[in-house]
């Protein structure tokens, strides 16, 4: 089996972003022909990073990335209207030409903002922005690519929380609820929640298996990934899994700077007995610094396989 682990946008030995932003107040501030150019100014410099850290990634054994859903400020902001895929289409076909090409393996996580199961009408029509911003990115780079989320907020009622995203859900156009995979949080939905939506409704789960750990009612994780593994069957990706490391015993939910090689080697235990191919982007503030510290650290301690950087092949 193989697991290619992943990071999260920013590639820090590069000291490089792909989500420079423009804030709505500045943007304001600016006449109508300036504010376009800083606009542009900004998407162009974000498509130049992002480009980078893909050829970055490739050469150095990386082929699992989540790109920043901020490539495009103000793409999703009520009063800002503009076409960002049009005048854009050259770069977008270079992007998804170069992570073809690599083949690599591309997400994104939609922030806090994009919560489908909000009973507020406001948050849910942002929300339906959000999704359409990050289908139409993906469209456009002509690449088929997923959109995490989680449930959302309990709302004082969690079951009725749980039946609005079920209806929100069934509402989307199809395009847009195939992109879409559900996580595991570490407060509210859990393992046994998030996994009986994503059958109920067929959609791939993630398990996040930091949040596991901070939040669940003593399940056994055994008992529930081969269904988690199952609900991936049909999508033609390997499962994809999160892993993260506390930052200390006290802030026991906060990520951590770098991953702890031995709950790591422990947590690839795990999923050895499943014999699948599994694709595991760690959450940690050390972005792709953690991850090549993570891989230095395995192979001292483990007999792993390395195909390449990282891409781990476990023989059973």
């Not at 269904?227 to 802030?251: C, Y």
């Not at 991953?259 to 790591?264: A, M, W």
């Amino acid at each position: 089996m193989k697991i290619r682990l992943g990071y999260v946008a920013i590639a820090l030995s590069l000291n490089m972003t792909a989500s420079k932003t423009l804030t709505y107040t500045h943007f304001q501030k600016l006449n109508n022909e300036k504010a376009k150019q800083k606009l542009d100014q900004i998407i162009r410099e974000n498509f130049k990073a992002l480009k980078e850290i893909l050829h970055y990634n490739y050469q150095n054994g990386i082929h699992f990335y989540r790109m920043s859903q901020k490539l495009v400020p103000l793409a999703t902001h009520q009063k800002v209207d503009f076409d960002y895929i049009t005048p854009y289409k050259k770069e977008w076909a270079e992007i998804g030409a170069l992570i073809k090409k690599y083949d690599m393996r591309v997400d994104m996580h939609p922030d806090q903002f994009c919560v489908l199961n909000s009973p507020k009408k406001i948050v849910y029509e942002n929300t339906l922005a959000i999704l359409n911003y990050c289908y139409q990115i993906f469209t456009a780079m002509k690449i088929k690519g997923k959109m995490v989320l989680h449930v959302g907020g309990a709302y004082e009622d969690k079951d009725k929380s749980l039946k609005r995203f079920i209806a929100n859900f069934k509402k989307l156009p199809k395009e847009i609820k195939d992109m879409i995979v559900l996580e595991n949080d570490d407060k509210i939905y859990g393992v046994k929640d998030v996994l009986a939506v994503c059958e109920k409704l067929h959609i791939p789960m993630v398990l996040d298996y930091h949040h596991f750990k901070c939040h669940n009612e003593g399940e056994n994780i055994h008992d529930y990934l081969p269904r988690i593994i199952g609900t991936w069957k049909n999508t033609g990706l390997p499962p994809k899994m999160h892993f993260s490391s506390a930052k200390n015993k006290r802030e026991q939910r906060s990520h951590s700077e770098y991953i702890d090689v031995f709950d790591f080697i422990l947590f690839l235990n795990i999923l050895t007995l499943y014999h699948t191919d599994i694709d595991v982007m760690l959450e940690c503030k050390g972005k792709d610094e953690a991850l090549f510290r993570l891989i230095r650290l395995l192979k001292h301690y483990t007999s792993f396989n390395f195909i390449k950087e990282g891409i781990i092949e476990i023989k059973h």
